[in-house]
């Protein structure tokens, strides 16, 4: 059969969009901005989207598009079939597979918030109570199997429905509603008192707070966020014409993903520091801190209620593409078609899945101690945060940058664009700058390279 095409080039970019905005976005970037100091650490993550990210997107759109294939099947027509490199496709699949079955976990929660904001929890609530509100559903097994289970339902609905009807035609839903969301809420930011401080905070870099592990874990997340290095840039390029401008809509891409990271902090820094907390909560910023603050403002169940609708919204348009990248496999390896690659791939991520969501219960794998102690959720989250995903990227931009046939890639850089001059500076940056970043990023997140003074010379 032919190969399923996108009907326009918006529709790419608010699917491309979709799956670089997520839970990366809504709920880490704020936290692990919180965490380094603020802008500073904003300062280099806006430098390593453009050095190490756009060129990697790129990159991935031009396997994509020229094999018009999924990762395995991409590799294996241009690097041929016997070849090693159809490995790195196999990378990314596994990749998705091993990140939606935990990730689905993660957005389980915030549709749980929505329900739970819907009922307005905060109602008669103390600020110890609404707290401690996460670290019960955290340990609560069936609960967090149910929404398991309800996210992965909406997820495999979506993509069941192919390219143009299910992830095209649901990418523009939910990115314009998620937009209007991040919108209203910054809207509301700004009129409480802590929006300057907030501000400031995100867009004044105060260079004194930079350390070098601040470095690596923005160039890092530059790189997550994006939804790099797990084939899923690579399929949806698969589905592109050859009129698109791949480095026209890479940018577009990187530019939306940025602007929400961006706003959502412009949400979140404004609201903590209207009623005196600090910004490095860490990962609880937003499922402790922030409900807090809205059981102190006027219209705060109504802003819970959209807040964690916007979450949500964000995962189910990455979780998508995660699973788009697994189905497309099974379709283009395989022969099955859409409703078999998508339910029986769909219904194995999901029974993966469980251990991670029974693992605050201890109720499945209760003493399992993985890597250095931890649970099966950690463990799922540290494999591929750290390891999968970096080696993915490396992967691709040694390939692309030095074994992959250069008037190949030079030609399909060049079709439909307006930016062929660019080339040869895009080739040098995925051939020498973005593999010695990542492997950098690699080497600091598996604990290899450390820093016995974590700050930065004077």
Request: aromatic fraction near 14%; glycine fraction near 10%.
């Amino acid at each position: 059969m032919p190969r399923a095409q996108w009907a326009s080039r918006m529709g790419f970019i608010l699917a491309a969009a979709g799956s670089a905005v997520g839970l990366g976005n809504i709920w880490k970037f704020p936290y692990i901005a919180g965490e380094n100091g603020g802008g500073a650490f904003v300062l280099i993550y806006l430098v390593a989207i453009a050095l190490v990210g756009f060129p990697i997107m790129i990159a991935e759109l031009v396997i994509g598009r020229n094999a018009q294939a999924s990762p395995v099947v991409a590799f294996e027509k241009m690097a041929g079939k016997d070849s090693n490199w159809k490995a790195v496709g196999w990378l990314g699949v596994i990749t998705g597979f091993i990140i939606l079955s935990y990730y689905s976990v993660v957005a389980g929660w915030s549709l749980s918030y929505v329900l739970m904001s819907i009922c307005d929890f905060l109602e008669g609530k103390s600020p110890e109570q609404i707290s401690s509100l996460f670290d019960n559903l955290y340990v609560s097994g069936g609960v967090n199997v149910f929404w398991h289970t309800l996210f992965m339902l909406l997820a495999i609905g979506i993509v069941y429905g192919g390219v143009k009807k299910g992830i095209e035609r649901w990418s523009k839903i939910l990115m314009p509603v998620l937009f209007v969301l991040l919108v209203v809420l910054v809207v509301r930011a700004v009129f409480m008192p802590g929006f300057s401080k907030g501000v400031a905070f995100v867009f004044a870099p105060d260079m004194d707070k930079l350390t070098n592990a601040g470095i690596l874990e923005a160039v890092g997340h530059a790189f997550f966020t994006l939804s790099l290095g797990m084939g899923a840039m690579l399929t949806y390029g698969s589905y592109l014409s050859k009129k698109t401008d791949l480095v026209r809509a890479s940018a577009i891409v990187c530019s939306l993903d940025t602007l929400i990271a961006l706003m959502a902090c412009l949400i979140i820094f404004p609201v903590v520091f209207s009623f005196g907390f600090e910004p490095d909560q860490g990962p609880g910023l937003v499922f402790k801190t922030i409900p807090v603050v809205f059981s102190q403002l006027t219209g705060g169940p109504l802003l819970a209620i959209l807040f964690f609708m916007l979450l949500a919204f964000a995962a189910l348009t990455s979780a998508i593409s995660l699973l788009e990248v697994v189905t497309s496999h099974f379709i283009d390896k395989f022969g099955w078609s859409r409703k078999k690659a998508t339910l029986i791939p769909g219904g194995m991520i999901f029974l993966f899945g469980i251990p991670s969501a029974l693992a605050g219960s201890g109720a499945l794998l209760g003493d399992w101690q993985g890597i250095v102690g931890k649970n099966f959720f950690d463990t799922m989250d540290y494999l591929a945060s750290n390891w999968l995903l970096p080696m993915g990227g490396i992967l691709i931009a040694v390939y692309v940058g030095w074994f992959a046939p250069k008037k190949l890639i030079k030609a399909e850089f060049h079709e439909g664009s307006k930016f062929k001059s660019l080339f040869v500076g895009w080739l040098w940056v995925l051939r020498i700058i973005v593999p010695i970043a990542m492997v950098v990023v690699l080497l600091y997140k598996v604990g290899i390279l450390e820093f016995a003074d974590p700050n930065l010379p004077t």
